[in-house]
């Protein structure tokens, strides 16, 4: 069976799911919680079973201080979110809404600094860089070429921009927002992504040194057919634990483990379909190179 055959349709797939992705991301970014905006987070319940919107919540919270959004949990709690308030203030907005909505219980109070915000996004952005070009050193040194160092990273960015990409769509039409447990899942993603493309480079490198006459395609098409039923195993037990967890378990972690699943996924597909195509591609492209040259 030729897999590698039908890498163009391969590479569509994945352009299908970037372009949203990168349109997201360009036009709208991110929606950024506390963890890097700065701020205070004040969530609540209201006990009594009333109908309200979240514009009359906002309406109560901004006469005390400057709210910028206000997100419904669930159909009795709300999350708040605006500059950066005392605990004076806190119990004022909690008398307002309490006398506004019935009694009203308070279930998370934080607030983050603006030097504290950006420190971690910095912090966040290095400790993506220095994976990526540690990954890339390790691998490059490992397989002797600088092509399975590029393909891999090139790889893991693809999986990197579709959850950043599924998470600024989420952002946009449900205020999902990304905190320090998204920085948490995005690299781990990282390491989905890596561990199953050094699985199949492994094995590419064993077949190249028992195979020295055996083409490149060949070689590749062979360990994709040969590790691919060991990546679909290992990846679908994690792939259900997660879809589990994202359906039963608590507010707090919902996002957190659809991060992780889609990571999963998308990490599975890429060191296949991805990340040994573009071996193929990065050959070819050379190929036509030397040509020129000549």
């Not at 400790?127 to 040194?141: E, K, M, Q, S």
């Not at 959850?163 to 690299?187: E, H, P, R």
């Amino acid at each position: 069976m030729k897999i590698m055959k039908y890498r163009p349709v391969f590479f569509a797939i994945s352009l299908l799911v970037l372009i949203p992705s990168l349109y997201f991301l360009i036009r709208h970014g991110l929606q950024p919680a506390i963890d890097f905006a700065g701020g205070s987070l004040l969530e609540v319940r209201v006990v009594e079973e009333i109908e309200f919107s979240h514009a009359e919540v906002e309406a109560v919270v901004s006469a005390v201080y400057d709210v910028d959004m206000v997100q419904p949990i669930s159909h009795d709690q709300y999350s708040i979110q605006g500059d950066i308030i005392s605990n004076d203030q806190k119990e004022q907005v909690l008398a307002l809404l309490a006398e506004r909505f019935g009694e009203v219980e308070e279930l998370r109070f934080e607030s983050v600094g603006a030097t504290v915000s950006r420190e971690l996004l910095t912090k966040t952005i290095t400790a993506v860089i220095l994976v990526a070009g540690i990954i890339t050193l390790y691998v490059w040194r490992q397989f002797h070429e600088l092509k399975f160092g590029i393909c891999a990273i090139l790889a893991m960015f693809h999986d990197s921009l579709v959850l950043l990409g599924a998470f600024s769509i989420l952002g946009y039409f449900y205020g999902v927002q990304v905190d320090i447990l998204f920085v948490t899942a995005l690299l781990t993603t990282l390491s989905f992504s890596i561990h199953d493309t050094i699985v199949v480079y492994d094995r590419i490198r064993e077949l190249l040194a028992k195979n020295k006459n055996v083409r490149f395609e060949t070689i590749v098409n062979t360990a994709v057919i040969e590790t691919l039923g060991r990546s679909i195993n290992n990846s679908v037990t994690i792939i259900v634990m997660l879809a589990a967890l994202f359906m039963l378990g608590g507010e707090t972690i919902r996002w957190f483990s659809l991060a992780l699943l889609i990571g999963a996924v998308t990490g599975t597909y890429s060191s296949t379909f991805i990340a040994a195509p573009l071996l193929l591609l990065w050959d070819d492209v050379r190929s036509k190179i030397r040509k020129r040259r000549r």
